[in-house]
């Protein structure tokens, strides 16, 4: 165990004797976890190798902001982050009052144990002289603000599970769950080149649990049991994240994450024993609407850790989640523009008159006469064709809602079911298509005059540290494409330790050109579809062979399979190809999921400052 964990040993004794036994200074407890978070920050930030999170995310040639979101990269370094915040949040309640306050120590007791468990203060068995750097797709903009946001979210919903209803708390606690799933889709979006923003991936499924609670806790009378429920899904959000059932998200994966359900259960059991039907007036029907979506959601989340725990990882087909959850989306179109009213006759005529109009998109889509995205399946664009009426029918009526925080963030949800509805089939589903990039050519891409200006090669740089070798970290080409008339440089970048250990190792971030509402997707390949024969990965042999590092190409050319005399020849008469691959589609609509995103974001910052002022 490493020697930073003294300040948090002192705190949590302090914390536990505060809580069974009022202490005066108890304040003390809280001010030795900050000094210990302190600490553990500084621990990457001034290369302290001999705490083992330092040495498996970090290295001396990161830079120091990549340095700081290391500290929340790994499994452990995630829930010190949470322990903080939530420390931190109620540190400042306990001035205020002491409600709550031994509920409050005993789930920062709980979080310490479980960052304990999850190896966030183990210590090496030796002195390193360098780490094994951060994962590549975690060196961007977005690890900065997606992981704090869902901390941040995390410490706030926790706080509304064990606090008496406070509505600041449970607006703070939906914005920033809000905020984690909106920079999780872009920085999906716009890093790891597939065109989507969304994937039904356990982790993103996750923590779309909380999300869907509070937001049913808005419309609800059952207000103590789905607070209770909002804590349990945090909980759980953590463990799916922590737990290895995700592929897509496999880094940071610690089998000692199962021990945060732990935490959980308690939550879910008051939740269910408070529970209690409280009619069907429409803020009740849309709380359960959305509580349906919960269900699927949550059902599909433990079929997938059951067989995590069991050393298998099975995925849930993406057709399951649509059609389990359009009865549950049809009710809430049809009941949210009217939640904060009594439903009428005419509105029920005009829902009826939409239901027919939504049937008949139906059947053209079933005849063809309809296609929402020719590549997905027949099923999926009837589904879509029967959407779209009622979400239109319920954005217009929305329209006519008075409260200006309500009425933004009820006509985003529209606006995001209608964007998700149209564009989601093509960044899920559509088919790139191919084209070769020649330099001194033009080539159109999808209306766009494309063409290579430039290729500039960067020799590897930065250090990380394997079995204690250290070894060069990354090479880059930078790609120069024009398009029309905008010359875009398009980084990729060959990552070295993961070429050695057998994983994918070139990257190459997504171009996203605007047209209106809709988006040009392009991604820029190496030349050669074998990533092996890739002007990059040439270069980077090249750069060993002329710097004498015969060894280390000897561990390339068995790792991936080349015999090494070969290799050697083909470097010696390597000359830059001149040419990338393009791979392109158009995404209709996305720009209206980011735009609903951030006037859902905004209608909740009116709440919270209406609420403030009040």
Same mark, same amino acid.
């Given at each position: 165990?490493?020697?930073?964990?003294? /300040? !948090?040993?002192?705190?949590? %004794?302090?914390?536990l004797?505060?809580?069974f036994?009022?202490?005066k200074?108890?304040?003390?407890g809280?001010?030795?976890?900050?000094?210990?978070?302190?600490l553990?920050?500084?621990?990457?930030?001034f290369?302290d190798?001999?705490?083992?999170?330092?040495?498996?995310? *970090?290295?001396?040639?990161?830079? /120091?902001?990549?340095?700081?979101?290391?500290?929340?990269?790994g499994s452990?370094g !995630?829930?010190?982050w949470?322990?903080f915040?939530?420390?931190?949040? &109620?540190f400042l309640?306990?001035?205020?009052?002491e409600?709550?306050?031994?509920?409050y120590?005993l789930?920062?007791v %709980?979080?310490?144990?479980?960052?304990?468990?999850?190896?966030?203060f183990?210590?090496?068995?030796?002195?390193?002289?360098?780490?094994?750097?951060l994962n590549?797709?975690?060196?961007?903009t977005?690890?900065?603000?997606?992981?704090?946001?869902?901390?941040?979210g995390y410490? !706030?919903?926790?706080?509304?599970a064990?606090?008496?209803?406070?509505r600041?708390?449970?607006?703070?606690a939906w914005?920033f769950i809000?905020?984690a799933?909106v920079?999780?889709?872009?920085?999906?979006?716009f890093?790891?080149?597939?065109?989507g923003?969304? %994937?039904?991936?356990?982790?993103?499924?996750?923590? @779309?649990?909380?999300?869907?609670?509070?937001?049913?806790?808005?419309? *609800?009378l059952?207000?103590?049991?789905?607070?209770y429920l909002v804590?349990?899904?945090?909980?759980?959000?953590?463990?799916?994240?922590r737990?290895g059932?995700s592929?897509?998200?496999? +880094?940071?994966?610690n089998?000692?994450?199962?021990a $945060?359900?732990v935490?959980?259960?308690p939550?879910l059991?008051?939740? &269910?024993?408070?529970f209690?039907?409280?009619? @069907?007036?429409?803020?009740?029907?849309?709380?359960?609407?959305?509580?349906? *979506?919960?269900?699927?959601?949550?059902?599909?989340l433990i079929?997938q *850790?059951?067989?995590? +725990?069991?050393?298998v990882?099975?995925?849930?087909?993406?057709?399951?989640?649509?059609?389990?959850?359009?009865?549950? @989306?049809?009710?809430?179109?049809?009941v949210?523009?009217?939640c904060?009213?009594e439903?009428?006759?005419?509105?029920l005529?005009? $829902?009826?008159?939409?239901?027919f109009i939504?049937?008949?998109?139906?059947?053209?889509?079933l005849?063809?006469l309809i296609?929402i995205?020719?590549?997905?399946?027949?099923?999926?664009n009837?589904?879509?064709?029967?959407?779209? /009426?009622?979400?239109?029918? #319920?954005?217009?009526?929305?329209?006519k809602?008075?409260d200006?925080?309500?009425?933004?963030i009820?006509?985003?949800i529209?606006?995001?079911i209608?964007?998700v509805?149209i564009s989601? /089939?093509?960044?899920?589903?559509?088919?790139?298509k191919?084209?070769?990039l020649?330099r001194?050519?033009?080539t159109?891409i999808?209306g766009?005059?494309?063409?290579l200006?430039s290729?500039?090669f960067?020799?590897?740089?930065?250090?990380?540290?394997?079995?204690?070798?250290t070894?060069?970290?990354?090479?880059?080409?930078?790609?120069?494409?024009?398009?029309?008339?905008?010359?875009?440089?398009?980084?990729?970048?060959l990552?070295?330790?993961?070429?050695?250990?057998?994983? #994918?190792?070139?990257?190459?971030?997504?171009v996203?050109?605007?047209?209106?509402?809709?988006?040009?997707?392009?991604?820029? @390949?190496?030349?050669?579809?074998?990533?092996l024969?890739?002007?990059l +990965?040439?270069?980077?042999c090249?750069y +060993?062979?002329?710097?004498?590092?015969?060894?280390?190409?000897?561990v390339?050319?068995?790792i991936?399979?080349?015999?090494y005399?070969?290799?050697?020849k083909n470097?010696?008469?390597?000359?830059p190809s001149?040419?990338?691959?393009?791979?392109?589609?158009?995404?209709?609509?996305?720009?209206?999921?980011?735009?609903s995103?951030?006037?859902?974001?905004?209608?909740?910052?009116?709440?919270?400052?209406?609420?403030?002022?009040?």
């Amino acid at each position: 165990m490493h020697e930073i964990v003294i /300040p !948090f040993v002192i705190a949590i %004794a302090i914390i536990l004797y505060d809580s069974f036994k009022r202490f005066k200074l108890w304040f003390l407890g809280y001010i030795l976890i900050f000094v210990g978070f302190v600490l553990y920050v500084s621990a990457f930030l001034f290369d302290d190798f001999t705490l083992a999170e330092v040495y498996y995310h *970090s290295s001396k040639s990161l830079s /120091p902001i990549f340095k700081f979101s290391a500290s929340w990269s790994g499994s452990g370094g !995630f829930i010190v982050w949470w322990l903080f915040v939530f420390t931190l949040v &109620v540190f400042l309640k306990r001035l205020r009052n002491e409600e709550n306050y031994v509920y409050y120590n005993l789930t920062i007791v %709980a979080l310490f144990f479980i960052a304990l468990l999850n190896s966030a203060f183990d210590s090496m068995q030796f002195t390193p002289k360098n780490g094994m750097g951060l994962n590549p797709l975690l060196k961007n903009t977005w690890m900065l603000m997606h992981p704090p946001a869902t901390f941040i979210g995390y410490a !706030f919903g926790l706080l509304v599970a064990i606090s008496k209803e406070e509505r600041i708390c449970t607006n703070l606690a939906w914005f920033f769950i809000t905020l984690a799933n909106v920079l999780g889709g872009i920085w999906s979006y716009f890093t790891l080149g597939w065109g989507g923003y969304w %994937a039904w991936d356990p982790v993103e499924t996750s923590l @779309l649990l909380p999300w869907l609670c509070l937001t049913a806790y808005f419309h *609800s009378l059952n207000k103590e049991s789905l607070k209770y429920l909002v804590g349990f899904s945090i909980v759980f959000a953590a463990f799916v994240t922590r737990g290895g059932i995700s592929i897509l998200h496999g +880094f940071a994966v610690n089998p000692a994450g199962l021990a $945060i359900i732990v935490l959980g259960i308690p939550f879910l059991i008051k939740a &269910v024993k408070s529970f209690r039907f409280k009619g @069907l007036n429409p803020m009740e029907i849309v709380s359960y609407s959305l509580l349906g *979506s919960y269900i699927v959601c949550l059902a599909s989340l433990i079929y997938q *850790s059951i067989f995590a +725990f069991l050393g298998v990882r099975v995925s849930v087909n993406i057709e399951y989640y649509v059609f389990a959850n359009m009865p549950f @989306l049809i009710t809430l179109l049809s009941v949210l523009p009217v939640c904060r009213s009594e439903i009428s006759k005419k509105y029920l005529k005009s $829902i009826v008159l939409v239901f027919f109009i939504s049937a008949l998109f139906a059947i053209l889509a079933l005849r063809g006469l309809i296609v929402i995205c020719k590549d997905t399946s027949p099923p999926m664009n009837i589904a879509g064709a029967f959407v779209l /009426p009622i979400a239109v029918f #319920s954005l217009l009526y929305s329209l006519k809602l008075k409260d200006i925080n309500l009425k933004i963030i009820h006509i985003s949800i529209v606006l995001l079911i209608i964007g998700v509805t149209i564009s989601w /089939p093509y960044a899920y589903y559509e088919n790139y298509k191919f084209v070769l990039l020649k330099r001194g050519k033009i080539t159109e891409i999808d209306g766009c005059n494309v063409s290579l200006e430039s290729l500039n090669f960067y020799k590897p740089s930065g250090t990380v540290s394997i079995d204690s070798i250290t070894i060069p970290e990354e090479s880059v080409e930078i790609v120069k494409i024009k398009v029309d008339e905008r010359e875009i440089p398009v980084k990729l970048r060959l990552n070295i330790p993961l070429l050695i250990s057998h994983r #994918s190792f070139i990257y190459s971030e997504p171009v996203v050109i605007n047209n209106g509402l809709d988006n040009l997707y392009i991604v820029v @390949l190496p030349s050669k579809f074998s990533l092996l024969n890739s002007d990059l +990965f040439m270069f980077t042999c090249k750069y +060993f062979y002329e710097k004498n590092k015969t060894h280390m190409l000897m561990v390339i050319s068995e790792i991936v399979g080349l015999n090494y005399e070969e290799l050697i020849k083909n470097l010696k008469n390597w000359k830059p190809s001149n040419e990338v691959i393009a791979i392109y589609k158009r995404i209709p609509l996305v720009n209206l999921v980011w735009i609903s995103c951030c006037m859902m974001l905004i209608g909740e910052l009116i709440s919270i400052l209406r609420g403030v002022k009040k």
